[in-house]
């Protein structure tokens, strides 16, 4: 039974884990953009997060809502009045900008809020558990992983079924044709990074009610989220949802054979894959 | 950083006064000081940024309390000398606190180095070889006599420390769970770091001896982002009380999560995690009750040898000057200065560098954290402070600060008053 619950506990986690990978993924998806500034903006968009709660109405939980807008608007300023001038046939550019901004983000983030941990206070939330079919589970795990499961359907029915949801994929296809039905890519770029930005302030806020965050928890932010991506494979929603949980459950399970060696199977879960398949579960469905 | 900034231009302004100094000494008039014998250099190491910041936070407010206060000049033997204050940043770095050590000793040329860092052995070593006195503070003694090899029957040569043992720390977590009359199931749980490995050592030997069950939850790295195995496991094997060595952030995911997990606990002494107020705060208006190591409060019936504060007095000048909480390593901020000049005076002559090692050897002084006292100690080169545990207690509606922190168990140290009994987890909220 302690194992079932250890698997459980493992896929709350990965849920979460997941959520943390999914903008990253739709970024490199839609754009082929690898921001590496992407963990910065989660514990950003915390910090964000921890400044508004005390103005939020009903329920701390909601504050994820203005946290998401507020996103969704920085990330498409940035992409238009930055990203968008260093796109081209060359990676490097793209990657040293996003490398820099991550830099400035997180000094900033030490200069202004110090080097301390911070927290989201979600009230008794955080410390409420129930029990279910012999197993006690924490109430803010299960309403986080719904979160992420609802945001993962939310976003792959409208990519699928809206007019703004086919251009995007209609511009990650050859965003140079797109042009000829009269499409701006580049607008399409801003709104894609809002999104992806939207998604990753979630994560960051949910993280930071789940646990806790300093300046400088953006690199293992970024880790989990490259993880997520390469394990689940590019493109593919439902495969970066199975990457996540992979990787939480890995993490649990051998974090109880062994306390101090435990994240290191996380890593090796993903070399293992990444050798299996290198396009990710998904791509081994596809086969 | 603003507070390197500050300290930089601070400095700038005291090269100033010490160019004008200089120009006293030529012969030119000098309006504001009397003539005086000479200008003395202090050097000042402390952890001001870098990981180990916490440690180091209050520094810059006390440094500047100080030098407002020897800006006058100290006497001794009738003549008034100047002070020059060299303040460096450590940045948590060890190698940096050897680089630091040569520049103060050898390039600066310093006539008493004060240490407030946990890793000052480099720069102490470079005291040694070169004959300059050096002082050190908020590192335990058995760490400064294994740096570098030494014994309590040997000590050193020009370097010296006052603090509390590591070794006593533990007696008074096992004593106060003793006392509490708490089921003695512990679970444990460290983090992955030289601090962690060591305290889980000493704990599992002593929790052994006590007769203690222990439950362990293992040693964990820094990534980690869930603990509902050490919860699992604390609950299954009947923990009621959890220790270790946890950083804030993890303890704060650790509690919410065995909370959700109906872990009831009676006591929770973690190390690191609260000896600041940050980490109770991080848990909203669950951290009353948590309990940790206390060697400075602002209750504690001392008074400062130079400005006559009481530790009352003290810690409410800061909290006014800066806007933040009191935190411990402020008394020993504060009182390596006490010991410091005590020695200058006692020297005779604070040119001397055998004079000043000697006049701290023998020096025996009450400050802010307490007795200070080289002359009696059976240990070479240190004098032994006191540690006690204490617990937060949440403060009244419409204080500036949530928690305050209360000795509560003297188990190594009856000299010092508790302030508060110590209550289970269970008696709060």
């Not at chain 1, 498409?76 to 001038?85: H, Y």
């Not at chain 1, 589970?137 to 299960?142: A, F, I, K, R, S």
């Given at each position: ?287 | ?53 916490d440690f180091g936070q209050t520094a810059p407010w006390v440094v500047e309390q100080i ?114 009359g708490i089921d003695p199931a512990v679970g444990t749980f460290y983090e992955d770091n ?47 009380i959890v220790t270790g060595l946890v950083f804030p952030q993890h303890f704060a995911t ?176």
């Amino acid at each position: 039974m302690i194992w079932v619950e250890t698997v459980v506990n493992g896929m709350l986690l990965g849920g979460l884990y997941a959520l943390v990978g999914l903008g990253l993924g739709y970024a490199f998806g839609v754009m082929k953009i690898v921001n590496v500034a992407q963990g910065d903006f989660i514990v950003a968009a915390a910090f964000l997060g921890v400044f508004l709660v005390p103005w939020t109405p009903v329920h701390p939980l909601l504050v994820i809502v203005p946290v998401a807008i507020v996103s969704f608007v920085f990330g498409i300023i940035l992409q238009r009045t930055m990203i968008n001038r260093v796109l081209g046939q060359d990676q490097i550019p793209q990657i040293l900008l996003t490398f820099g901004m991550a830099i400035v983000l997180r000094n900033a983030m030490v200069e202004i809020y110090g080097a301390n941990s911070q927290s989201i206070d979600v009230g008794n939330l955080r410390f409420m558990g129930f029990d279910v079919l012999g197993l006690r589970l924490g109430v803010l795990p299960v309403v986080i992983l719904g979160i992420a499961v609802a945001l993962f359907a939310a976003l792959h029915l409208w990519m699928r079924h809206s007019r703004m949801g086919r251009i995007i994929r209609a511009t990650a296809d050859d965003h140079q044709v797109v042009q000829l039905s009269g499409v701006n890519y580049r607008r399409v770029y801003g709104i894609a990074m809002g999104i992806a930005l939207a998604l990753s302030a979630v994560a960051g806020v949910l993280l930071a009610m789940r646990g806790s965050f300093t300046p400088y928890s953006g690199a293992d932010r970024l880790l989990i989220a490259f993880e997520v991506v390469v394990i689940g494979g590019l493109g593919s929603f439902w495969g970066m949802f199975a990457g996540g949980l992979i990787l939480g459950v890995t993490q649990l399970v051998a974090l109880k054979l062994d306390p101090s060696s435990g994240l290191m199977w996380g890593h090796l879960m993903f070399l293992v894959i990444l050798f299996l398949s290198p396009n990710g579960i998904a791509g081994l469905v596809r086969r | 950083m603003t507070k390197g900034f500050t300290l930089t231009s601070r400095r700038h302004v005291l090269k100033g006064l010490a160019a004008g100094t200089g120009a006293a000494a030529l012969g030119l008039p000098s309006i504001t000081h009397a003539r005086s014998a000479g200008t003395i250099r202090i050097g000042y190491i402390d952890q001001l940024t870098g990981i180990r910041s916490d440690f180091g936070q209050t520094a810059p407010w006390v440094v500047e309390q100080i030098e407002t206060l020897l800006d006058e000049g100290i006497e001794i033997n009738g003549d008034v000398w100047d002070v020059e204050i060299l303040v460096r940043d450590s940045q948590s770095d060890p190698n940096r606190m050897g680089s630091l050590g040569n520049e103060l000793v050898l390039r600066e040329n310093v006539d008493l180095l004060l240490v407030a860092d946990g890793l000052a052995a480099p720069a102490l070593e470079i005291c040694d070889q070169n004959g300059t006195p050096g002082i050190s503070t908020i590192l335990q003694w058995e760490p400064f006599y294994a740096a570098r090899g030494g014994t309590p029957e040997t000590g050193y040569p020009y370097s010296f420390l006052f603090f509390w043992s590591g070794a006593d720390i533990i007696k008074n977590y096992i004593g106060m769970w003793q006392e509490s009359g708490i089921d003695p199931a512990v679970g444990t749980f460290y983090e992955d770091n030289d601090f962690g490995r060591g305290f889980s050592e000493g704990m599992t030997a002593s929790l052994a001896e006590a007769n203690f069950t222990e439950v362990p939850g293992g040693i964990f790295k820094e990534q980690v982002d869930d603990f509902s195995n050490q919860v699992a496991a604390f609950r299954d094997g009947g923990a009621k009380i959890v220790t270790g060595l946890v950083f804030p952030q993890h303890f704060a995911t650790f509690y919410g999560q065995a909370r959700q997990a109906g872990l009831k606990l009676d006591a929770v002494s973690i190390a690191a995690a609260f000896v600041f107020p940050s980490g109770v705060e991080v848990l909203g208006d669950q951290g009353a009750g948590m309990s940790t190591e206390v060697w400075f409060n602002r209750q504690l019936p001392y008074t400062s040898t130079l400005t006559g504060q009481t530790a009352e007095e003290f810690c409410t000048a800061y909290e006014k000057a800066t806007g933040k909480q009191w935190a411990q390593p402020m008394g020993y901020h504060h009182a390596i200065w006490e010991v410091g000049v005590a020695a200058l005076k006692a020297s005779g002559d604070p040119k001397n560098r055998d004079a000043v090692r000697d006049a701290i050897a023998g020096l025996e002084i009450d400050t802010i954290v307490g007795k200070v006292d080289f002359k009696n100690s059976p240990m070479k080169s240190v004098a032994t402070t006191w540690v006690t545990m204490g617990q937060w207690h949440k403060t009244p509606e419409g204080s500036a600060f949530p928690y305050e922190l209360y000795v509560t168990n003297n188990v190594t140290a009856p000299h010092v008053p508790t302030q508060k009994p110590f209550q289970k987890l269970s008696e709060f909220n």
